[in-house]
């Protein structure tokens, strides 16, 4: 009898503990997020490489239980080296963005999944082109520009502070950027995505979220 007792107690401790936990935001929370995205390659035979990573961080505020608001960044590089005749070549792109962006979450699906909709607008700077061939070194076109976008997203809650993140796509998207030369012309871009419920694993960015 004595064991069942201690059995039952601590059963139904593990069950109120589970019980307890409360997944999700409200208002006061910070939240700090990134996604990162990274690849190298190397062929031995031509001794060509490539690397590549972006590296996107978040920091949000909730002004509501759904709402949040916040601040993120963006840095990116992109290299390639490459051998013709003895003679090494490398080709770098780099990028640095800064922005806001406002999040509304507006659906649950069970007590861990969180799903929003999210708007963003920020600024970015790239410098494009920049190559070395020997000891020759030719200078990056620069350009300079600002974007908006709307998109969904999710977290998945694996604990009561930390839940994974899914930038699925962006549903509505604009970009301008113009050479940072004088006269320059800006270019502009607008994307829509409205077959994005049916293939956004396609274009899904993951990352961890950490709850304060």
Do not use: C
């Not at 759904?66 to 840095?75: E, L, N, P």
């Not at 997203?153 to 998207?173: M, P, R």
Request: net charge positive.
């Amino acid at each position: 009898m004595k064991k069942f007792l201690l059995t039952l107690t601590a059963v139904a401790g593990l069950t109120a503990a589970s019980q307890a936990q409360e997944f999700g935001f409200e208002k006061g929370n910070f939240i700090v997020e990134g996604n990162f995205q990274s690849s190298n390659t190397n062929d031995k035979g031509t001794k060509a490489k490539t690397s590549e990573f972006n590296f996107n961080p978040k920091a949000g505020y909730f002004v509501t239980d759904k709402i949040a608001v916040g601040v993120d960044f963006g840095f990116g590089q992109d290299k390639k080296t490459t051998y013709a005749a003895d003679i090494k070549t490398v080709a770098t792109d780099k990028n640095f963005g800064v922005g806001a962006f406002g999040r509304y979450y507006f659906l649950e699906v069970g007590s861990r999944f969180k799903t929003y909709t999210e708007v963003g607008v920020g600024y970015m700077n790239e410098k494009v082109g920049e190559k070395k061939v020997g000891d020759v070194k030719t200078d990056a076109a620069k350009f300079n520009g600002f974007g908006a976008n709307a998109g969904i997203g999710a977290n998945f809650f694996l604990t009561e502070k930390i839940a994974v993140n899914f930038a699925f796509a962006d549903v509505v998207s604009f970009g301008s950027r113009k050479a940072d030369v004088d006269g320059a012309k800006a270019e502009t871009e607008f994307n829509t995505n409205v077959n994005v419920f049916n293939n956004f694993f396609n274009t899904a960015k993951f990352g961890l979220t950490f709850k304060f």
